[in-house]
């Protein structure tokens, strides 16, 4: 393709990619794509939503996947659009194949910077953006609340893709089937937003503050994990390293030898088979072989800054990673210095953003990310009471990074933690399960997607009836 129209590029400028596919497996297809826009000198910055969504134009044929991504090469937009195309055949894509029909990969150019431009083979900007709402859904994700800062080409973007967007519907269109936001996980996609999901806390430790020593053994861990998922629980959560305040940090190898056996053992019960397991540490050497021997996504109460190679580890394992808000580590945590915030809500989540912006540069895609304040993590009584009143102020601080950030899902732990036995006045935090609900409800009431409890089947009522109250499709289900 002859690029002499355009002048060699020694600059990096931003450009918007958009993805879609409704062939084979969607998700790994994306992966590939992603990489091998890497490895060709486009460097991706920011990754929209997944969306799932009904065909256009051509309506008998399997849903699409969509998404978007902010990027930035030197390659000049005729060389990037020759890029692309090479990595759609390299990925099955038939050259000249049905127009709007399937297709294993479809990977257009939105924006390239400011440029205007057409021909027979480029149009720039994509001349369909604004009828489309698999589109503008995930390209409004794209912005973020300094991107527009002084720059009037992305302040007429954002306010062209919010009018589109409101035109078509707004976030109604996404309680439909024809478009719904999805996260990746066990080879399916998760609609999270239909209803609370419970992930049911598993420690296999001597130490844990509210149930050390209980459940070392493998015997006893597979009963409770039986046990949990019969309660209820969508997701058990493994932990073999405590995370209290000033614990003892294990090895890579020591955990590892608490974790694998028990993991083993619960993959072999068919009762388990519909449960997800989530793995609960902040080293990615213990991510990386939990997750080979069949756990499907990690916790990190660290959010990536106590193991240098976590980010890069989880994403080339491609699992959902949960990204926890903590200052220093379970030993340093509550030192006076980690405990300082003008407005905890909203310190908490530009603290986030950093961390995300690390993973995503990392590989991370912001769909396979789940965001945790982390109540109970470097904050006082009185923060986590304040923090937990105020998840939303918690998302709009994320917005600093992206809006697709303010969309992930989030996922709240008070379960039996200190600062509700300080509230209520319960020394054992065994005896703190009523007060946990409390807290649960007030998350989902604000919009808490997972909850992280101890105790499922004390919850899974409470989290119903809160369910039917403060969630639409959650009133449908339980009134039927």
């Known amino acids: 393709m002859n690029s002499s129209i355009f002048p060699k590029l020694s600059c990096l400028h931003e450009v918007v990619i958009a993805l879609g596919s409704n062939m084979g497996d969607r998700v790994e297809t994306f992966d590939k794509a992603l990489n091998m826009m890497k490895k060709a000198g486009v460097q991706v910055v920011c990754h929209a939503g997944l969306y799932e969504s009904a065909p256009a134009y051509v309506t008998d044929q399997p849903k699409f996947l969509n998404s978007a991504v902010r990027a930035r090469t030197n390659l000049d937009p005729r060389a990037l659009l020759g890029v692309l195309k090479d990595i759609e055949r390299s990925l099955g894509r038939i050259v000249n194949g049905v127009r709007y029909g399937p297709r294993p990969i479809d990977l257009d150019i939105l924006f390239y910077g400011d440029v205007e431009f057409s021909d027979e083979s480029l149009t720039l900007p994509h001349p369909r953006i604004w009828e489309r709402p698999f589109v503008v859904a995930p390209l409004m994700d794209l912005y973020n609340s300094t991107l527009c800062d002084g720059n009037n080409i992305w302040i007429k973007r954002f306010e062209k893709a919010k009018c589109a967007w409101q035109l078509m519907g707004g976030d109604t269109q996404l309680c439909q089937d024809d478009l719904k936001r999805v996260l990746p996980i066990g080879g399916k996609l998760w609609q999270w937003s239909n209803r609370t999901y419970i992930m049911g806390i598993l420690n296999i430790t001597p130490d844990s503050f509210s149930d050390g020593g209980k459940y070392l053994s493998v015997q006893n861990a597979v009963a409770q994990a039986e046990a949990l998922a019969a309660a209820g629980a969508d997701i058990i959560d493994l ?74 580890t989880v994403a080339k394992l491609c699992v959902p990673y949960i990204m926890m808000h903590m200052r220093g580590d379970p030993a340093t945590m509550l030192q006076e210095k980690n405990i300082l915030y003008k407005n905890v809500s909203a310190d908490v989540g530009a603290e986030l953003c950093k961390s995300l912006s690390k993973a995503e540069s990392s590989g991370i895609p912001a769909w396979r990310i789940v965001v945790d304040p982390g109540i109970g993590f470097s904050k006082t009584c009185e923060q986590n009471v304040q923090l937990l009143g105020d998840l939303s102020g918690f998302r709009s601080g994320l917005a600093s990074w992206s809006l697709a950030a303010t969309k992930m899902p989030m996922l709240l732990g008070p379960s039996r933690k200190r600062f509700l036995g300080k509230i209520c006045e319960l020394e054992k935090a065994e005896d703190r399960d009523i007060a946990t609900i409390g807290a649960v409800v007030a998350g989902i009431a604000q919009g808490a997607d997972i909850v992280r409890v101890h105790n499922v089947k004390a919850s899974i009522d409470a989290i119903r009836v809160a369910d039917a109250i403060f969630k639409t499709k959650g009133l449908t289900r339980s009134l039927k």
């Not at 997800?276 to 959010?303: C, I, P, Q, R, Y």
């Open 239 to 312: 932990g073999a390293q405590s995370t209290r305040p000033f614990a003892t940090k294990l090895t890579s190898d020591e955990e590892l030898k608490r974790l694998i056996p028990v993991v083993d053992a619960i993959k072999k019960l068919p009762s388990m088979e519909s449960v997800w397991l989530s793995v609960d540490t902040f080293h990615s050497e213990v991510a990386k072989e939990a997750v080979k021997h069949g756990v499907h996504m990690v916790n990190d109460v660290s959010g990536g800054h106590l193991d240098p190679e976590m980010y890069s």
